[in-house]
């Protein structure tokens, strides 16, 4: 048994990174121009093509002062960050860090998953990265679009051939307003299928989202 | 001097105090548990300096990984230093603070060794202040790593935490039904308030409240475990030892960190076994732990003549290198530990003037509590206040009385007179003045008492005591110390983790046999613990009695229990193994004896004997395993009253050792004889 000299090895303490409080104590994501909550199930956040969102992040009380100095967002395809970041006091006198988070239009019908991280700097403990699953609904109006185009328009062609030509003539235009006025009820028709066709797609996209993303 | 009549209230409170026992017979506050003495404490008497201890303890939970420092707490013999220490360990709370009393120094071992076994018995244990740190160190981790887990989990995962109670609540979960979803994530953020929150929990009700399965909590702490934690050794033993907190914290399932701090860490995978002493890592992952929920670790030595003091000139000063070398190394190599030592005042400035420069400097390293300048020690005083003493004879009397009718006219000082405090207060020692009081207690008592003290200096001490009544005295020691441990082994608080202990408390009995000469037909040229191999199951106390250097017998507590009893038998037939050979026969001590031997034990023991190695186990029993673990304590408690008794005292505890060890010590002769030797 000897002395422990500076040759020895001796033992070197640190906080153990399980313990560490990384993690933020709230992440809260808001809709910019109504105010509420965007729904949240097992496949994630969902949130609206087109639309902007607040990202509220509190970080965990620390027994280091300062210990979170930067919060930031990295955003995966279809969403937008503009990168800058403000800070807020709430009523604790706690510092509450708000991101703006936008979703880019989306061409496709169906809703399509994706991901934002924050990522808090440390002072101590360097960088930590929250990854969010989200989930971006097209607009109704897309979804309409869609339908309108996928639906209504094969639906009204050989109508509108039947009321505008006769035998590869153009028929005269009374005779057209005639026959127009006659479709009135196939136009509610196709108009109504076309509304259930959108709300179809939209619900697709619900089922897919709830069985296959969900577990 | 006349005596006028004493009034009728004060010869009922005399009579009263005649059906007890004499209150100043006890001297110190030996520990937490021992409520006689605590009893008679007196807060006010060393409150400056138990003040100053705190302050210190308060210090390193500031910050857990302070420099590690020795603090001296030095008086006079008898001015109450174990008393303080006693009543330090029951004024704190046990959930606090690490507080663990060593009651020997390592000889063979390595020091980092020798305190990671204290704090592994200390946790460890069944009952007591290291069986509630257990728990308090196990539900503040685990709520910790519970909050930091689901923290650290997106909020669609979170919803996956509480079972949906039916298919309507899981489809509304699938589908994001916010009234379904809201739900559950208010009862998650509930629950982690809760366990963030600095009140200790009743962990497994609070989930249970919340809804979250005890066993999927586990996971969810072992899986941030795993994404976490680095893959290096560190990062291994962190895993393991916090899922094992976890699983005691939440399921109360207490085995698997029982087998991983006995045993378990050593099964390292290679990557973590290859990176140099476990023993050392483990002891970093714990300490770790403590730092991290602000739990500060103390380790106290008391009486330190016990530790340094020998007949013998050269093992003296020997022992005393040996402990300050290992004081420094632990300083040096354990950060975050306060060391605090109850030490006599001349026997440490003896200890420092014989060191070198380097040792004194880090043991003698000046320290600065809050609004004091630096000093080097804490002193104990070196007189006993009038004030405090009428404090401390009120506080052992009036419990007597009780609720005596017509007691409230009686002095402080009752049975006591005036005259008889104006010599105690010269006394320089609080033993000294309790064995004044015991005398003059006794005398007050009997009918025909004179009505002063006159024996002012030393009239009660060991040095007037005739040998039969030291006999006496010291033999109610050691049916105390002996009651204690066998409380210990039948609370179940001696486990494998106390192997290195038990080798050490026989290795004190052994020098004891060796420096008396009371070892008779047995005595060995030398005897000495053997470490060997397995850092907690490989120590055997080898006796060589051919001569210093010859194969001798090895003697082992056998103590591991379940899964680890095979491993500890192999780690104690592996002393077969050395080269040149040290063992010629091996004697395993086991409470249940022969019985151990089944199952794969049995497969071992087989072979082993197969191999043609003289291997017995016999059977110890509590009585026995007390005896052992009594002995060193029990010469501790009774230093300070041996010296001066002189020659007559070192008899007296001969004859004791000799009483109380005989039997034990007669087996030990039998065990020296192989059975080959007694067939001829």
Redesign the interface.
């Known amino acids: 048994?000897?002395?422990?000299?500076a040759d020895?090895?001796?033992?070197?303490?640190?906080?153990?990174?399980?313990?560490?409080?990384?993690?933020?104590?709230a992440?809260v994501v808001q809709s910019i121009k109504r105010g509420d909550r965007p729904?949240?199930?097992?496949?994630?956040?969902?949130l609206r093509a087109r639309k902007k969102y607040w990202v509220r992040v509190l970080p965990?009380r620390d027994e280091f002062e300062d210990a979170t100095h930067h919060v930031g967002l990295v955003v995966d395809e279809h969403l937008r960050s503009p990168g800058h970041t403000q800070e807020s006091l709430r009523e604790d006198g706690r510092k509450e860090h708000v991101l703006t988070l936008g979703c880019a239009a989306l061409f496709r019908p169906f809703p399509v998953r994706t991901s934002f991280s924050v990522v808090l700097r440390h002072t101590r403990w360097g960088d930590y990265n929250?990854?969010?699953?989200v989930v971006v609904w097209p607009s109704l109006w897309n979804q309409l679009a869609w339908a309108f185009t996928c639906l209504f328009v094969p639906l009204w062609m050989p109508r509108l051939a039947d009321v505008c030509f006769y035998d590869g003539h153009l028929r005269p235009s009374a005779v057209m307003l005639d026959k127009l006025r006659d479709s009135q009820e196939f136009l509610v028709i196709t108009a109504a299928v076309t509304l259930a066709g959108a709300y179809l797609v939209r619900l697709l996209g619900?089922a897919a989202h709830?069985?296959i993303y969900?577990d | 001097m006349p005596t006028s009549p004493e009034p009728e209230y004060q010869l009922a409170a005399i009579e009263r105090l005649r059906q007890a026992e004499n209150p100043f017979i006890l001297y110190v506050a030996s520990g937490a548990e021992d409520d006689e003495c605590q009893r008679f404490d007196v807060p006010a008497f060393l409150a400056q300096q138990r003040a100053d201890i705190e302050s210190i303890i308060d210090l390193y939970r500031l910050k857990?990984?302070r420099v590690s420092h020795v603090f001296p707490i030095v008086g006079d013999a008898g001015t109450g230093k174990t008393h303080l220490l006693g009543t330090l360990r029951r004024d704190l709370n046990a959930a606090r603070q690490l507080f663990i009393v060593a009651d020997s120094f390592?000889g063979?071992?390595?020091?980092?060794d020798f305190f990671l076994w204290q704090v592994v018995g200390s946790l460890l244990a069944r009952s007591g202040p290291g069986a509630q740190m257990l728990t308090h160190l196990s539900r503040r981790?685990t709520s910790?790593?519970l909050v930091?887990a689901v923290?650290?989990l997106?909020?669609?995962a979170r919803?996956?935490l509480i079972p949906p109670q039916g298919y309507w609540d899981g489809?509304g979960?699938?589908?994001?039904l916010?009234s379904v979803?809201d739900a559950v994530?208010r009862k998650i953020d509930d629950l982690l308030e809760t366990c963030d929150g600095a009140k200790l929990l009743d962990l497994p009700g609070v989930c249970h409240g919340a809804g979250l399965p005890l066993d999927l909590a586990c996971q969810t702490i072992e899986e941030?475990?795993e994404k976490?934690?680095?893959l290096d050794a560190n990062?291994w033993l962190?895993r393991r030892l916090?899922a094992g907190f976890a699983r005691l914290a939440l399921q109360g399932d207490r085995e698997d960190l029982e087998d991983f701090l006995t045993n378990g860490f050593t099964e390292a995978p290679g990557h973590v076994a290859g990176t140099?002493s476990l023993t050392?890592k483990l002891?970093?992952?714990l300490?770790?732990?403590f730092?991290?929920i602000n739990v500060p670790v103390i380790l106290a030595f008391d009486q330190l003549e016990d530790f340094l003091r020998s007949g013998s000139m050269e093992l003296e000063k020997e022992r005393k290198q040996?402990f300050c070398?290992?004081l420094?190394?632990l300083v040096?190599?354990?950060?975050?530990l306060c060391i605090l030592l109850f030490a006599e005042r001349g026997l440490w400035n003896e200890v420092l003037g014989s060191l070198d420069r380097?040792?004194t400097d880090?043991l003698a390293r000046p320290f600065s509590l809050p609004g004091q300048g630096p000093r080097e020690r804490i002193d104990l005083p070196d007189r006993i206040t009038r004030s405090d003493l009428v404090a401390l004879i009120r506080a052992r009397v009036q419990p007597t009385l009780g609720d005596l009718e017509g007691k409230d006219p009686l002095p402080d000082i009752f049975p006591f007179a005036e005259t008889d405090l104006d010599h105690l207060v010269e006394q320089t020692s609080l033993r000294g003045c309790l064995q004044q009081l015991s005398k003059r207690y006794g005398e007050r008592l009997t009918p025909a008492a004179p009505p002063v003290i006159v024996s002012p200096v030393g009239g009660a001490g060991p040095d007037d005591a005739f040998p039969g009544e030291l006999h006496e005295r010291w033999t109610q020691r050691w049916y105390y110390h002996r009651s204690r441990a066998l409380a210990r082994i039948r609370a179940d608080e001696i486990s494998a983790a106390d192997i290195p202990a038990v080798a050490e408390a026989v290795q004190v009995w052994l020098d004891y046999l060796t420096e008396h000469s009371l070892a008779g037909p047995a005595q060995w040229a030398k005897a000495e613990v053997r470490q060997h191999g397995h850092e907690l199951f490989g120590y055997v106390n080898l006796l060589r009695f051919e001569g210093p250097r010859s194969a001798g017998l090895g003697i082992g507590a056998w103590l591991a229990e379940g899964k680890h009893r095979p491993k500890d038998l192999e780690a104690k037939l592996a002393f077969f193994e050395i080269k040149p050979a040290v063992l010629r026969n091996l004697v395993l001590l086991r409470r249940d004896g022969q019985e151990a031997v089944s199952g794969v034990s049995k497969d071992l023991f087989e072979a082993a004997i197969g191999k043609g190695k003289d291997i017995r186990v016999e059977s110890l029993s509590d009585g026995d395993l007390a005896v052992i673990l009594a002995l060193p304590q029990w010469l501790k408690a009774i230093g300070p009253d041996l010296e001066p008794a002189g020659l007559a005292g070192r008899e007296v505890v001969n004859a004791i050792v000799q009483e109380r060890t005989g039997a034990l010590l007669e087996r030990l002769q039998s065990w020296r004889v192989t059975p080959a030797e007694a067939a001829q």
């Open positions: 048994m000897t002395a422990t000299t020895e090895e001796a033992i070197q303490l640190s906080h153990p990174s399980s313990l560490r409080r990384l993690a933020p104590e992440i729904h949240v199930s097992l496949g994630g956040i969902h965990q929250q990854s969010i699953p619900w709830a069985f969900g | 857990p990984d390592p063979q071992q390595e020091p980092t981790l910790r790593l930091e923290r650290r997106d909020p669609s919803l996956g489809l979960r699938r589908l994001g916010r979803v994530l941030h475990l976490s934690e680095a990062g962190r916090f140099g050392k002891l970093t992952v300490l770790e732990a730092g991290a040996n070398r290992g420094v190394a040096n190599g354990v950060p975050g380097y040792l880090r």
